[in-house]
């Protein structure tokens, strides 16, 4: 089941959350440097490491009260000890705090040299973050790659392993996949040295964000696979959580009907989680709320987004986003449309810009169950067409993720059978080359001339049917045109005469044989040409034809249309002599009751559909029969005006389907 899709260029979640808990140096197994002395903390460090001190107003004036006078007894160090740990604790709790990161930089260039490589790389690091999670990429990537020094400690080499990490995400929302990937491994390589499991599971799920970059969601899955796998073997569980919520938007993107399941068990596996923020949980919650409300469980759906509305101005943009389409959908479904419309306004071009068709198709219907019940109709068809747009590019792009993924095998399998045959030619070479030569060269024949028989005989009966269609036109003018003088001669022609032997006669009786000798000109008229067809258009014509047949004939026939006049005016006079020629032939031949005309106008084609409940016919043998003058005149009218005709006929009736591409 789908339920919606993050932005691509929004990637970086993934790095920030774990981010979260970047400043608790995780423990390795195996030691590659020397371990260094634990840290000690005095009273003032223990203050700021507290994320509950960081909400207080007085915790920013009284850091910078003790930071200006460590710098000022020039304890060098100790400032830059409470500088990193008060910017660990600042992204903890998602405050970006522009004031903070130019007093690092400033630092960092005034004292960078006289620092340890530890704090050194880590203030580099802080800043190189700060950066990214504001959006600003590139200074993020060059303050991250500013950070990475020689190490001669495990926690510089831990520094640059997380910061290798974090320039995956970097990179890859620059667009930058090859120096995304590069990194990606570097990290992994890392990590693995480390013997550091919980950050080896999640640089093998950032890696799969790379991929899921590209679509290969095969590729994807893999490495959402190995990294999930890996990060359960620890006890780590903020990043347990963070892998599961990225593996759960890689389920949405894939559409993997495993995903309301997987929903479920990473909720609970959160809710038995000892050590949990509201905040940490807001991303879990609302896809939770989401699945509910698609559940219709709405009054459960309440409870979860009441109690995560007070939060959603403390998280990210894309935790926001999870919350606010379920919102909108549960608003929307309990009748009271979204009180946040604004948002999806706002969303709607940078999605396009980023080719993002599964959002832009939930925020159009979300926009269009909104204007539909608020009755603004308008907006709401409006909404519609853009949904269909939206879903119909997200279906071409699934069809290209699969034909990538079938391409992928077929070079595959194609590369296996080269090596099978390439062993198979060191014994059978010439023999095998002589036959497929040989097997070559009459397929190919063959193929040639059942081609050309094939060709010869469309041309042929292409060719008679012309000939045959022009004969019958011809006939059919004749007839018409006799027809015509018959209608003047016996009705006209006569009325004239008995209107000039009655002009002695009272002049009421002269008064109706007058009328009587307009309303069979008028007949004439409209059999030759709809009346004012020009200046009244398509759709009242063809009502007035559908209630002449109606009144002349013992048949009902039901009309559907939906057209904007997008056609010419002599287009839209063959379209109305196409249904005139499908309804008289039904009348004549289906032995049908009933029939219905349905145009549609699309974004780029009119499409015509005649469909009747009569008898059905056998469509190639009466077309090719030289008889059926009504089929081919509806055939050649569609391809004068640019379309294309299909005839489908069975025991339950006949269906004729007409394109017409605007102009």
Same mark, same amino acid.
């Given at each position: 089941?789908?339920?919606?899709?993050?932005?691509?260029?929004?990637?970086?979640?993934?790095?920030?959350?774990?981010?979260?808990?970047?400043?608790?140096?995780?423990?390795?197994?195996?030691?590659?440097?020397?371990?260094?002395?634990?840290?000690?903390?005095?009273?003032?460090?223990?203050?700021?490491?507290?994320?509950?001190?960081?909400?207080?107003?007085?915790?920013?004036?009284?850091?910078?009260?003790?930071?200006?006078?460590?710098?000022?007894?020039?304890?060098?160090?100790?400032?830059?000890?409470?500088?990193?740990?008060?910017?660990?604790?600042?992204?903890?709790?998602?405050?970006?705090?522009?004031?903070?990161?130019?007093?690092?930089?400033?630092?960092?260039?005034?004292?960078?040299?006289?620092?340890?490589?530890?704090?050194?790389?880590?203030?580099?690091?802080?800043?190189?973050?700060?950066?990214?999670?504001?959006?600003?990429?590139?200074?993020?990537?060059?303050?991250?790659?500013?950070?990475?020094?020689?190490?001669?400690?495990?926690?510089?080499?831990?520094?640059?392993?997380?910061?290798?990490?974090?320039?995956?995400?970097?990179?890859?929302?620059?667009?930058?996949?090859?120096?995304?990937?590069?990194?990606?491994?570097?990290?992994?390589?890392?990590?693995?040295?480390?013997?550091?499991?919980?950050?080896?599971?999640?640089?093998?799920?950032?890696?799969?964000?790379?991929?899921?970059?590209?679509?290969?969601?095969?590729?994807?899955?893999?490495?959402?696979?190995?990294?999930?796998?890996?990060?359960?073997?620890?006890?780590?569980?903020?990043?347990?959580?963070?892998?599961?919520?990225?593996?759960?938007?890689?389920?949405?993107?894939?559409?993997?009907?495993?995903?309301?399941?997987?929903?479920?068990?990473?909720?609970?596996?959160?809710?038995?989680?000892?050590?949990?923020?509201?905040?940490?949980?807001?991303?879990?919650?609302?896809?939770?709320?989401?699945?509910?409300?698609?559940?219709?469980?709405?009054?459960?759906?309440?409870?979860?987004?009441?109690?995560?509305?007070?939060?959603?101005?403390?998280?990210?943009?894309?935790?926001?986003?999870?919350?606010?389409?379920?919102?909108?959908?549960?608003?929307?479904?309990?009748?009271?449309?979204?009180?946040?419309?604004?948002?999806?306004?706002?969303?709607?071009?940078?999605?396009?810009?980023?080719?993002?068709?599964?959002?832009?198709?939930?925020?159009?219907?979300?926009?269009?169950?909104?204007?539909?019940?608020?009755?603004?109709?308008?907006?709401?068809?409006?909404?519609?067409?853009?949904?269909?747009?939206?879903?119909?590019?997200?279906?071409?792009?699934?069809?290209?993720?699969?034909?990538?993924?079938?391409?992928?095998?077929?070079?595959?399998?194609?590369?296996?059978?080269?090596?099978?045959?390439?062993?198979?030619?060191?014994?059978?070479?010439?023999?095998?080359?002589?036959?497929?030569?040989?097997?070559?060269?009459?397929?190919?024949?063959?193929?040639?001339?059942?081609?050309?028989?094939?060709?010869?005989?469309?041309?042929?009966?292409?060719?008679?049917?012309?000939?045959?269609?022009?004969?019958?036109?011809?006939?059919?003018?004749?007839?018409?045109?006799?027809?015509?003088?018959?209608?003047?001669?016996?009705?006209?022609?006569?009325?004239?005469?008995?209107?000039?032997?009655?002009?002695?006669?009272?002049?009421?009786?002269?008064?109706?044989? #007058?009328?009587?000798?307009?309303?069979?000109?008028?007949?004439?008229?409209?059999?030759?040409?709809?009346?004012?067809?020009?200046? #009244?258009?398509?759709?009242?014509?063809?009502?007035?034809?559908?209630?002449?047949?109606?009144?002349?004939?013992?048949?009902?026939?039901?009309?559907?249309?939906?057209?904007?006049?997008?056609?010419?005016?002599?287009?839209?006079?063959?379209?109305?002599?196409? #249904?005139?020629?499908?309804?008289?032939?039904?009348?004549?031949?289906?032995?049908?009751?009933?029939?219905?005309?349905? #145009?549609?106008?699309?974004?780029?084609?009119?499409?015509?559909?005649?469909?009747?409940?009569?008898?059905?016919?056998?469509?190639?043998?009466?077309?090719?029969?030289?008889?059926?003058?009504?089929?081919?005149?509806?055939?050649?009218?569609?391809?004068?005006?640019?379309?294309?005709?299909?005839?489908?006929?069975?025991?339950?009736?006949?269906?004729?389907?007409?394109?017409?591409?605007?102009?």
């Amino acid at each position: 089941m789908h339920y919606y899709k993050r932005q691509n260029i929004s990637l970086y979640l993934l790095f920030f959350i774990i981010g979260l808990s970047a400043c608790n140096t995780p423990k390795t197994d195996v030691s590659i440097f020397p371990e260094a002395p634990e840290e000690k903390l005095d009273q003032y460090c223990s203050y700021f490491k507290n994320t509950q001190n960081a909400s207080n107003n007085a915790y920013m004036p009284f850091f910078y009260k003790r930071f200006n006078k460590l710098v000022h007894e020039n304890k060098i160090d100790s400032a830059a000890q409470i500088l990193t740990i008060t910017g660990d604790c600042l992204r903890k709790i998602y405050i970006l705090d522009s004031s903070f990161i130019k007093t690092n930089l400033h630092f960092l260039g005034k004292f960078g040299k006289k620092l340890s490589s530890k704090y050194y790389s880590n203030l580099y690091s802080n800043v190189g973050l700060y950066y990214s999670d504001i959006g600003k990429f590139d200074m993020g990537t060059y303050y991250l790659n500013k950070s990475m020094v020689p190490a001669n400690d495990k926690s510089t080499y831990q520094n640059n392993a997380y910061s290798a990490y974090s320039l995956i995400f970097c990179h890859l929302n620059n667009g930058r996949l090859a120096q995304s990937l590069s990194n990606g491994f570097k990290a992994l390589k890392m990590y693995e040295n480390l013997k550091d499991t919980a950050y080896l599971g999640a640089t093998y799920s950032g890696i799969a964000c790379i991929y899921r970059f590209q679509d290969d969601y095969t590729e994807a899955l893999n490495y959402e696979n190995q990294g999930f796998e890996l990060i359960k073997k620890t006890s780590d569980s903020d990043k347990i959580l963070v892998v599961s919520l990225n593996k759960i938007t890689l389920y949405n993107d894939m559409n993997n009907p495993n995903l309301g399941v997987f929903i479920d068990s990473t909720r609970r596996f959160a809710q038995a989680w000892s050590k949990k923020t509201d905040l940490q949980l807001f991303g879990i919650e609302s896809w939770y709320a989401f699945k509910l409300v698609f559940e219709n469980k709405l009054e459960e759906a309440k409870v979860i987004l009441d109690k995560l509305k007070p939060l959603v101005n403390s998280v990210d943009e894309v935790s926001r986003d999870y919350y606010f389409n379920a919102f909108s959908e549960y608003e929307i479904k309990m009748g009271q449309g979204s009180k946040i419309i604004d948002y999806y306004h706002k969303k709607i071009p940078e999605l396009k810009e980023n080719e993002d068709y599964l959002r832009l198709s939930l925020y159009n219907h979300i926009l269009h169950d909104d204007a539909f019940l608020k009755k603004d109709y308008k907006n709401a068809l409006y909404y519609q067409r853009q949904f269909q747009i939206a879903t119909d590019s997200l279906n071409n792009k699934v069809l290209r993720i699969k034909v990538k993924e079938f391409d992928k095998k077929y070079k595959t399998a194609q590369k296996e059978q080269q090596i099978h045959l390439q062993e198979a030619e060191i014994s059978k070479k010439n023999s095998l080359i002589g036959l497929l030569v040989s097997s070559i060269i009459g397929l190919f024949l063959l193929i040639t001339t059942y081609y050309l028989w094939h060709k010869q005989k469309n041309l042929t009966q292409e060719k008679n049917n012309s000939m045959n269609f022009t004969k019958q036109l011809l006939e059919n003018t004749e007839t018409e045109r006799k027809r015509i003088a018959s209608d003047l001669h016996d009705s006209i022609s006569h009325e004239l005469l008995n209107l000039k032997s009655g002009l002695s006669q009272d002049i009421a009786i002269v008064s109706n044989k #007058i009328d009587g000798i307009i309303n069979d000109i008028r007949g004439i008229s409209r059999n030759l040409h709809p009346v004012m067809f020009d200046k #009244i258009g398509l759709e009242p014509n063809i009502e007035a034809l559908i209630e002449r047949i109606q009144y002349q004939n013992d048949f009902m026939v039901n009309l559907d249309i939906d057209y904007s006049g997008s056609l010419t005016s002599s287009d839209e006079l063959q379209i109305y002599r196409i #249904i005139q020629e499908a309804l008289t032939n039904v009348i004549k031949y289906a032995n049908a009751y009933a029939a219905k005309i349905t #145009i549609n106008d699309g974004n780029d084609k009119v499409f015509i559909e005649i469909r009747d409940n009569g008898k059905g016919f056998d469509v190639k043998n009466t077309i090719n029969s030289g008889k059926a003058f009504g089929l081919h005149n509806i055939i050649e009218r569609s391809r004068v005006i640019g379309g294309q005709a299909n005839i489908q006929s069975s025991e339950e009736g006949t269906i004729i389907t007409i394109s017409i591409a605007k102009k």
